[in-house]
T-cell receptor
């Protein structure tokens, strides 16, 4: 069965510090991985997906199939990065639902 | 497109009352999802539809919850009777492939 694990419920860093939000998954096939972000009291929105291999708002994430991980990283955190971040897995772009982790609340202190 | 539209944005009701949440997906999207978000449980999938047909409702907590999708542009999530533990933010989302687009959510408070 597929599962997404975000081990940290809360993560705090100071402005300018590097940040890494961890995501591990279990799935025997070839998954598609996503990071969604939810700013305070707003809708969830896609931050990035592994197949696009791009950097959004300074964030990057690399799919590591050996470690079954898709950690989200940013070298210099900003206060506006404070939000809830969800890692999600799809079994294939046409195969219905996304499986979400429980989320990590990131707080960036000034 | 205005995106996924949900109503009401906020609902406060008393225990035992019926609650109906509404969702209009993005035109052309053939998948529709209902999620519930709470501090304790995070984001939980309740049910999802493909081409208006319910595919997986295993996340629906109890018989008090029901969802319908009478056509491609409208879905409802109904709770009858409502209980205080149903208080949460309910999100609707739609997609074709890949990216999931969320609505702004309906914040439900059951007193």
């Amino acid at each position: 069965a597929q599962r997404v694990t975000q081990p940290e419920k809360l993560l705090s860093v100071f402005k300018g510090a590097p940040v890494e939000l961890k995501c591990n998954y279990s799935y025997s096939g070839s998954p598609e991985l996503f990071w969604y972000v939810q700013y305070s009291r707003q809708r969830l929105q896609l931050l990035l997906r592994h197949i696009s291999r791009e950097s959004i708002k300074g964030f990057t994430a690399d799919l590591n199939k050996g470690e079954t991980s898709f950690h989200l990283k940013k070298p210099f955190a900003q206060e506006e990065d404070s939000a809830m971040y969800y890692c999600a897995l799809s079994r294939g772009s046409t195969l219905g639902r996304l499986y979400f982790g429980r989320g990590t609340q990131l707080t960036v202190w000034p | 497109d205005a995106g996924v539209i949900q109503s009401p944005r906020h609902e406060v009701t008393e225990m035992g009352q019926e609650v109906t949440l509404r969702c209009k997906p993005i035109s052309g999207h053939d998948y529709l999802f209902w999620y519930r978000q709470t501090m304790m449980r995070g984001l939980e999938l309740l049910i999802y539809f493909n081409n208006n047909v319910p595919i997986d409702d295993s996340g629906m907590p109890e018989d008090r919850f029901s969802a319908k999708m009478p056509n491609a542009s409208f879905s409802t999530l109904k709770i009858q009777p409502s209980e205080p533990r149903d208080s949460a933010v309910y999100f609707c989302a739609s997609k074709i492939t890949g990216e999931l687009f969320f609505g702004e959510g309906s914040r439900l408070t059951v007193l």
